[in-house]
């Protein structure tokens, strides 16, 4: 494992230069593998120890990186020692990389990369990862795919190193919305249709309202007062409401399972209707609550207090916003799940809504709200159907599946499957998941649907090519536990190159568990399988010496589980057939 090189290098680092090992921990990172001849497996930047106020600074990097070179002596574990400019390379014993990468397989497989002394510098705990968040009585529109995909991945990640996870799906389930929806659907609403596609029906309601709405005065004011009878609690309101969140939530439930998406808990705005009373009392006990000359209420946000930052809390009429909440939400969040982080997965346009919301629980004294982050993403461009109309999310997942079942049905490779539909569907759906974590999750993309499904770019297809090959290769010849084998027989330049980036695997989670970005595990998923293709056809299993056979089998089944439990993390459920 890498974090045992990692340890015993920091070990004498720490020998030398009189400080606790875990300060070198963090400061030796793997060598990227390259085309050239590599020989280093990690590598000590002098100037990052002097920037850590690790190693006091004369200045010069180049010669207190060759002072400390001199120092430093080969051992059982490492064989060579060198500089570059400004670092210090480390190369470990061959034998013992193989030893220690591989060792017996199916032993750690789920666990490989996991117990890294990096993840001890990341602070652990319980974290709340609010995504997806659909508004209710609408079906999926295609951009909630990137909230529900980067949440599930956060959770997956989070949870993968050690965190207490609660996924939550806080449904837009409250406000003016339902008030436009509930009139409109006592004027042109039906029981028949609702019942025979109700998201479609609900939305097709929802459109020629708000159509309506704009030059119908009478019919916004129907809309305030369905949605003040809601605020109130009346009775026949209520049970239309009600009606339309358990429709909404259990057709959302259909594709949720689909995508490989669980939750914990299905929250709302609604949950916490009664609870923003409660804020705007205390905002106003706290000094904290002015009125508007308009008569909305508001929190004064500006360092100054001259009101040139503020955050609307009530409208006018005394109605809540989302807001108000929002803020309710994660203040009863934080009294009954005590989480130490909580993170919010929307899409970019509502930052200004969550610097407001943190800034607005700090001013009440709630210090945790500096441990609660958003993460804001772009927007998807030119994601369009065949037919080019709008795009629902399950339209998106139907044409992805059937376009990549029309590939492996072309496909010279494509193995015999019990159920191919759900393998093209599971394929496609990786196909999707790697398209969008590639660039920065901020950044806006433009959707490709043949680039995305290409079997030989770098691409979710391929990640599952890789894996299903893997697979095949596993299950016709063994898994390379059978015989013990001489590890001298796994020294080619392929075997140590696949090693070398295995070595990697910690450092990317523990980066992405930083920074909350997939793109660098997608990236060394992709790397790894570029890898693996160059050794399958390098080093062959089938008609070698039995010893190498077992030993090269030890490799690929040992990659295999880091591929599987990569995509695992990405939210990608991998197939084994394809």
Known sequence: MACFFRRHIASKLSQILQQPEDVFISALSAVPVSNKQQTADFRLSIGTLFK????????????????????????????????????????????????????????????????????????????LVEFGSPNIAKRFHAGHLRSTIIGNFIANLKQSIGNDVIRVNYLGDWGMQFGMLGAGFDRYGSQEKLEENPLQHMFDVYVQVNREAEMNEDLRHAARDFFRRLEHHEGKAMALWQHFREISVKEYQQVYNRLGVHYDIYSGESFHRVQTQ????????????????????????????????????????????????????????????????????????????????????LAMGH????????????????????????IFLEDVLDEARARMLHNMSLSKTTKEMDNPEDTADKVAISALIVQDFKGPLEADYRFDWDRMLQAKGDTGVRLQYTHARLCSLVHLQGNGQELEFDHSVLVEPRTISILQHLLHYDEVLYRSAQDLQPKHLVNFLIKLCHLVASALRDLPVKGSPPNVAQARLQLFSRTCSVLANGMRILGITPVDKM
């Open 278 to 361: 409660e804020v705007v009392q205390e905002l106003q006990h706290l000094g904290l609550l002015k009125i508007t000359e308009k008569g909305t209420a508001v929190v004064d946000l500006s360092p100054s207090g001259d009101m040139s930052s503020y955050s609307t809390v009530l409208r006018s009429d005394g109605t809540s916003l989302y807001i108000t909440r929002d803020i309710a939400a994660a203040m009863d969040r934080k009294e009954k799940y005590t989480f130490h982080e909580m993170i919010y997965v929307t899409d970019k346009s509502q930052e200004n809504h969550f610097h407001q919301l943190f800034q607005v629980l």
């Open 367 to 390: 210090s945790w709200a500096q441990r609660c982050r958003h993460v804001p993403f772009g927007l998807v461009q030119g994601m369009k159907t065949r037919h080019g109309e709008v």
């Open 52 to 127: 850590d106020g690790i190693v006091p600074s004369n200045g010069d990097v180049q010669s207190q990186a060759e002072a400390l070179l001199n120092e430093l002596k080969q051992d059982r574990v490492v064989e060579e020692v060198s500089t570059g400019r400004g670092v210090i390379n480390f190369r470990v014993h061959r034998k013992l990389l193989v030893q220690k990468m591989l060792g017996p397989c199916g032993k750690d497989d789920d666990t490989f990369g996991l117990n890294s002394e990096l993840f001890n510098r990341l602070e652990k705990g319980r974290t």
